[in-house]
């Protein structure tokens, strides 16, 4: 199993760039994925993203061009570059890995993402 942690979320004003992490250490060396969902309040969990062990990346609609994902495999580390956000961006903000049975992880904390208009 897998411990992911969430961290760099913040307040930032509609137009503005954040850049979340997600910590899962040893899903390098087990080749998993990673998914990122958010939630915004009253709402139901949305997915955002799913990217590969082999590095292909797939956006949801209403982030493709402004949400770019990288990673720092040493540090088995994946970074969430947002820009250009927006207000219906707000959400709280969680990765997930996925992949073999090792791959496997609960739900962070997730990281809390507020933009203003």
């Known amino acids: 199993q897998v411990q992911v942690a969430e961290s760099g979320g913040g307040s930032v004003q509609a137009g503005g760039s954040l850049r979340l992490s997600c910590t899962a250490p040893?899903?390098?060396?087990?080749?998993?994925?990673i998914m990122w969902y958010r939630q915004a309040e009253g709402k139901q969990r949305e997915w955002v993203l799913t990217s590969h062990n082999v590095g292909t990346t797939i956006y949801v609609d209403s982030v493709k061009g402004r949400f770019t994902i990288s990673k720092d495999n040493a540090k088995d580390t994946v970074y969430l570059q947002m820009d250009k956000l927006k207000f219906e961006d707000t959400a709280m903000y969680s990765c997930?890995?996925?992949?073999?049975?090792?791959?496997?992880?609960?739900w962070g904390q997730g990281t809390q993402v507020t933009v203003s208009s």
């Open positions: 040893g899903f390098t060396s087990k080749n998993c994925g």
């Open positions: 997930k890995t996925f992949g073999s049975s090792g791959c496997y992880s609960d």
